[in-house]
């Protein structure tokens, strides 16, 4: 994709949604598949899980339920498997076997360029806010050691923090205000999965996904990513050029 050719999705972007600029001071990031190699750790976990309790699965969809939380996820298989919602009791109880398998499967890999983009955006005089449908401590508790100096509480939305969680855009809507207060046109987010996409843009945000998983570059496109990349260390490379153009571009 060419200069010319990214400077018009930026314009056609500003004009969807009535900006005359950009005027970016945050990043907004999503976790699991952007900065952990967490994924395939969290399918496995999730079906296992449901297998013991006898619910029928398929590895593949916990990809496509990627940022909702734990009790959404499973309240969506007890509806389309048993016809009714879980209870808080038995909720309570699956969350902790997912887990508890999580954090015996996750390796605690971290995606190689997330640490160099973080660092980036700090450069950039620009504030990196993280943005997960996550309630796994065994991650948002490393993120300092693996990020350090990137993220503070104050600029962490995870699960515990909404009442909606992905694809509504309250994570999102949130994470604005972590970072200021802001407007959607102050901000850009990376993201990895169609649920989080979905949900940047019901925010109004310009949203750049890494695609990092089995899904395709279509159905990112389709939850309104305006870019798809595949890598961080693809996003690094071209991350200068991007906020320059987000610096630049306007609408008369």
């Known amino acids: 994709m060419n200069r010319q050719e990214l400077i018009s999705i930026f314009e056609t972007f500003l004009r969807k949604h009535n900006y005359t600029r950009f005027d ?15 994924m395939p750790a969290h399918a496995k976990s999730w079906k296992q899980t449901m297998d ?6 398929s590895p ?10 734990g009790e959404s996820t499973i309240n969506i298989l007890f509806q ?37 983009v973080l660092e980036l955006v700090k450069r950039k005089g620009l504030t990196p806010v993280l943005v997960t449908g996550s309630g796994q401590p065994s991650l948002i508790d490393k993120l300092n050691d693996n990020f350090p100096g990137i993220f503070s509480r ?24 972590k970072a200021g207060n802001l407007k ?34 279509e159905m990112l496109k389709k939850s309104g990513a305006q870019i798809v990349l595949h890598s961080m260390k693809e996003l690094e ?11 630049v571009v306007k609408i008369e």
């Open 24 to 38: 970016l001071k945050a990043v907004l990031f999503d976790m699991d598949g952007v900065l952990y190699d967490s």
């Open 52 to 57: 013991e309790i006898g619910i029928n699965n």
């Open 60 to 69: 593949e969809e916990f990809y496509l339920h990627e940022g909702r939380t």
């Open 80 to 116: 389309r498997e048993l016809g009714r919602k879980a209870s808080k009791e038995e909720i309570e109880k699956i969350y902790a076997r997912k887990t508890e398998l999580f954090t015996r499967y996750n390796e605690g890999k971290t995606i190689p360029g997330a640490k160099e």
């Open 154 to 177: 104050d600029t962490m939305v995870t699960a515990f923090d909404v009442k909606k969680g992905k694809p509504h855009p309250e994570p999102f809507l949130m994470g604005l205000e």
């Open 184 to 217: 959607p046109n102050q901000a850009i987010v990376i993201e990895n999965a169609p649920l989080g996409t979905e949900a940047a843009t019901k925010a109004g945000i310009f949203t750049i996904d890494v695609n990092t998983g089995p899904l395709s570059d």
């Open 237 to 247: 490379e071209n991350l200068p050029d991007l906020l320059e153009i987000a610096r």
